[in-house]
């Protein structure tokens, strides 16, 4: 196993894992087939069966990139959604669900994660209307996840966001609509490798607020980084909300690798996965972090440098800064506690 698996089976979204099929000529038809809602008072569409640790004072509400969908199926057709009433697909995020349960939720947090009807790649490069109309399917799926989790799991709890990349672009719209009941459990958004507009900082004001220090409550925490301003991929070359998590600062204001309390990286000499602490440092720059102590070459696909070129570290965003993350969440909550 390689570098780049690791970042395929702990960040990769369907920006990544897909970009194949919208590169090359193909013979194939289209596919509108859409499959069915999951019923999400099931526990088959949720990872693990959402046992209750009584003893964890708050939760995780998770939702992950684009894992493991086929861009087409065995007809030759291209597919729009992944159909998780098909094993296979359930059990294509288990790597990534996994890694982010124990990365973040740790002995702090219950971790609740519905399994939904993502788009494809295929549909991540249609003209912008066509995508806003395709994502309405998983966005359905999430909203009525959240809502199963809110009534039947939640049980009064504070509550964390957690995405990366297409899971992101969800919860923010989840956040854009969310009622004040929810809402005011809600601790923070952590909501990594997407992006956020003016238009959206203007028309939903009470819901998408920036983070703008390290304990802020109930604000989104975002960040696209790169080694390099000009390494940033065209799906998301323009956001309005950044912060450096190893500083919590929204300016240009550097900082150094000292600051970065670790994360988990795998060694390909010894085919380990190793805790790696004071990795990189970082500074802000046109609203992207720039990791300056990052090798570009970590998790850089040639084939797919048209979209992701040389520097681009999409792929690391949901873990880079792991455990300045995770340290962050628990002091989020404590903060929330203190305010209650």
């Given at each position: 196993?390689?570098n780049?698996?690791?970042?395929?089976?702990?960040?990769t979204?369907?920006?990544?894992i897909?970009?194949?099929?919208?590169?090359?000529?193909?013979?194939?038809?289209?596919?509108?087939f859409?499959?069915?809602?999951?019923?999400?008072?099931?526990?088959?569409?949720?990872?693990?069966?959402n046992?209750?640790?009584?003893?964890?004072?708050?939760d995780?509400?998770?939702v992950?990139?684009?894992?493991g969908?086929k861009?087409?199926?065995?007809?030759?057709?291209?597919?729009?959604?992944?159909?998780?009433?098909?094993q296979?697909?359930?059990?294509?995020?288990a790597?990534?669900?996994?890694?982010?349960k124990?990365?973040?939720?740790?002995?702090?947090?219950?971790?609740?994660?519905?399994?939904?009807?993502?788009v494809?790649?295929?549909?991540?490069?249609?003209?912008?209307?066509?995508?806003?109309?395709?994502?309405?399917?998983?966005?359905?799926?999430?909203?009525?996840?959240f809502?199963e989790?809110?009534?039947?799991?939640?049980?009064?709890?504070?509550?964390?966001?957690?995405?990366?990349?297409?899971?992101?672009?969800?919860?923010?719209?989840?956040?854009?609509?969310?009622?004040?009941?929810?809402?005011?459990?809600?601790?923070?958004?952590?909501?990594?490798?997407?992006?956020?507009?003016?238009?959206?900082?203007?028309e939903?004001p009470?819901?998408?607020?920036p983070?703008?220090g390290?304990?802020?409550?109930?604000?989104?925490?975002t960040?696209?980084?790169?080694?390099?301003?000009?390494?940033r991929?065209?799906?998301i070359?323009?956001t309005?909300?950044?912060?450096?998590?190893?500083?919590?600062k929204?300016?240009?204001?550097?900082?150094?690798?000292?600051l970065?309390?670790?994360?988990?990286?795998?060694?390909?000499a010894?085919?380990?996965?190793?805790?790696?602490y004071?990795?990189?440092?970082?500074?802000?720059?046109n609203?992207?972090?720039?990791?300056t102590?990052?090798?570009?070459?970590?998790?850089?696909?040639?084939?797919?440098?048209?979209?992701?070129?040389?520097?681009?570290?999409?792929?690391?965003?949901?873990y880079?800064?792991?455990?300045?993350?995770?340290?962050?969440?628990?002091?989020r909550?404590?903060?929330?506690?203190?305010?209650?």
């Open positions: 196993m390689k780049i698996a690791f970042c395929k089976i702990i960040a979204s369907a920006l990544f897909l970009l194949s099929s919208c590169n090359k000529e193909t013979t194939t038809t289209l596919n509108s859409v499959p069915a809602p999951p019923d999400y008072t099931d526990t088959l569409f949720w990872y693990g069966d046992t209750i640790d009584t003893t964890l004072s708050a995780i509400f998770y992950y990139p684009t894992l969908t861009p087409v199926n065995d007809e030759g057709e291209r597919i729009y959604y992944s159909d998780i009433h098909q296979s697909e359930r059990d294509a995020t790597g990534n669900i996994g890694f982010n124990m990365m973040y939720a740790d002995t702090t947090f219950n971790f609740f994660t519905p399994y939904y009807r993502q494809t790649m295929e549909t991540i490069t249609m003209p912008e209307d066509s995508l806003e109309k395709r994502i309405a399917v998983p966005f359905a799926d999430i909203q009525n996840a809502s989790y809110m009534d039947e799991y939640n049980q009064g709890r504070p509550f964390i966001l957690l995405g990366h990349s297409q899971g992101s672009e969800l919860l923010i719209k989840l956040l854009e609509q969310m009622d004040q009941e929810d809402f005011d459990l809600m601790i923070a958004a952590y909501t990594f490798g997407w992006k956020i507009s003016q238009q959206q900082l203007e939903f009470q819901r998408i607020i983070a703008q390290e304990k802020d409550l109930q604000v989104i925490i960040y696209n980084t790169v080694t390099d301003i000009n390494a991929s065209p799906v070359n323009e309005e909300v950044c912060i450096n998590p190893l500083n919590w929204t300016d240009g204001t550097p900082a150094s690798k000292e970065h309390l670790g994360t988990i990286l795998y060694n390909r010894t085919g380990n996965f190793d805790t790696v004071n990795y990189t440092g970082a500074y802000m720059e609203h992207f972090l720039v990791a102590d990052v090798d570009p070459m970590r998790c850089y696909l040639e084939e797919y440098e048209d979209l992701f070129p040389l520097g681009n570290l999409h792929f690391m965003d949901s880079l800064y792991g455990f300045n993350i995770r340290e962050n969440m628990q002091d909550l404590l903060e929330f506690r203190e305010q209650e």
